[in-house]
């Protein structure tokens, strides 16, 4: 079992930085690999970006490329996305997810943390 828990939600004008933090619990949390997934009010979740367990691979949405960057501290058991540039488009519930292989696919999470908020203000 793994918890999780972010951090670091807020609101923010258009084209400023937040830096986002999930924080993971329970023994294994090392051995997942974790994604942020975003839910703008009245859409679908959306990948954003993903990790794999040891931070060797990362993967990217194309509307997060080159903005975004996701970063894992095993010894801290944290995942964290840098944030820059940030566009009101990317409002949002960010949520961390922990998965055995590195999805994509929202549905392939496991376990989900409660999310936090962000919101860029044009």
């Known amino acids: 079992q793994v918890q999780l828990e972010e951090s670091g939600g807020g609101s923010v004008a258009a084209g400023g930085s937040l830096r986002l933090s999930c924080a993971g619990s329970?023994?294994?949390?090392?051995?997942?690999?974790v994604g942020w997934i975003r839910q703008a009010p009245g859409k679908e979740r959306e990948f954003v970006a993903a990790?794999?367990?040891?931070?060797?691979?990362?993967y990217y949405a194309d509307s997060v490329k080159g903005r975004f960057t996701i970063s894992r501290d095993n010894a801290k058991s944290t995942v964290q996305l840098r944030m820059k540039n940030l566009k009101p488009e990317d409002t949002a519930v960010y949520f961390c997810?922990?998965?055995?292989?590195?999805?994509?696919?929202?549905?392939?999470?496991?376990?989900w943390g409660q999310g936090t908020q962000v919101t860029v203000s044009s």
């Open positions: 997810a922990a998965a055995v292989v590195v999805p994509t696919a929202v549905e392939k999470y496991d376990f």
């Open positions: 329970g023994r294994s949390f090392n051995t997942y690999a």
């Open positions: 990790i794999s367990y040891n931070g060797g691979t990362t």
